[in-house]
């Protein structure tokens, strides 16, 4: 079976980064035996099995069960959307594409913002916008024209077999707990030789004032998928039968006015209360509340705030 890599924490060296050495399933609880890289212990990982008996549950992945509203998290997501293209416009233009007009599908469309302006940076291409939450899928239907909305789960995209010549997940791995099965999913869908774009913030590279770290740090241990898969996202898309064309770094801070962000590239400079709304999502999180209304405060209050987290940019090919 092709090998990939797990988040698990040994308990002699706290490394998190292991390699899955076999795997099977007893009474629809999936067994990974697998070993750190760096102590050589052996550990036995027993989960509920999600890839087999749990389907339904899978394709419905929502890690937060109570969501903000549209209206709360429209003005976000559409901030979110403009600094990301703002990124991609330097990005897209240094990988090399396998044709120059076919098929585009983006999976986690959200409300359609970021697909409605990276449509511009890809001119002769037909474009598929793939979202879970039908209010957002509903919501990207009626405001953006010229893009195939569909309903579905980047666990099970509604789309043929090598269908697509460009993929596209922007903020999604982030929020999955079986990336894997996601990737695996892509490549299905993706023609031989198709190009896929992932960008994802990394909690891993955040910087900044205590009471910040950690809330970010309380949050990483709660949270049931993984923050900063981007640092082990190669290894894994290699297993999943892709390669790695092109990487680049964002670095996002509170430097800059609360008016419009400041774009410098590799920098972008928000705001104080632009940069803050990326972390507002924890709040959410009963486990973390203490850390969160310290982090809250101490950040409002404090002249000497400065912050900083990298949003990663990474472009494959599939074998």
């Not at 087999?52 to 890690?63: A, I, W």
Request: proline fraction near 5%.
């Amino acid at each position: 079976m092709p090998l990939y890599y797990v988040l698990f924490f040994s308990p002699l060296c706290a490394i998190n980064c292991f390699l899955l050495v076999h795997s099977c399933t007893v009474s629809k609880i999936s067994l990974s035996v697998i070993r750190c890289f760096s102590c050589s212990v052996i550990l036995l990982k027993a989960e509920e099995n999600m890839s087999e008996n749990n389907n339904e549950k899978l394709y419905s992945e929502n890690l937060y069960t109570t969501p903000l509203s549209l209206e709360e998290e429209l003005p976000r997501l559409a901030s979110q959307a403009r600094l990301l293209f703002a990124g991609q416009s330097h990005f897209v233009p240094q990988v090399p594409l396998p044709v120059k007009e076919g098929k585009f599908i983006d999976v986690g469309s959200g409300p359609g913002v970021h697909l409605s302006l990276v449509k511009n940076l890809f001119p002769g291409f037909a474009f598929t916008g793939v979202e879970l939450s039908p209010q957002l899928s509903q919501y990207a239907r009626l405001n953006f024209t010229g893009i195939d909305w569909r309903e579905g789960s980047v666990y099970k995209i509604p789309a043929e077999d090598a269908s697509y010549d460009i993929a596209q997940a922007s903020f999604l791995f982030i929020h999955l707990r079986e990336p894997h099965l996601a990737l695996a999913e892509i490549n299905r869908v993706l023609k031989p030789g198709g190009v896929f774009f992932v960008l994802d913030v990394d909690d891993s590279t955040f910087k900044g004032m205590q009471a910040m770290q950690d809330l970010v740090s309380a949050h990483l241990k709660v949270y049931e998928a993984d923050r900063t898969i981007m640092s082990r996202m190669k290894g894994l898309a290699e297993s999943a039968g892709f390669e790695q064309i092109k990487e680049d770094f964002v670095y996002v801070d509170n430097k800059g006015k609360e008016e419009a962000p400041i774009i410098a590239y590799p920098e972008f400079h928000l705001g104080k209360i632009s940069f803050w709304s990326m972390f507002a999502f924890m709040g959410q999180r009963s486990e973390v509340a203490v850390a969160y209304d310290k982090a809250h405060q101490e950040y409002m209050s404090s002249s000497d705030n400065h912050c900083e987290i990298s949003v990663i940019f990474q472009a494959y090919k599939k074998k």
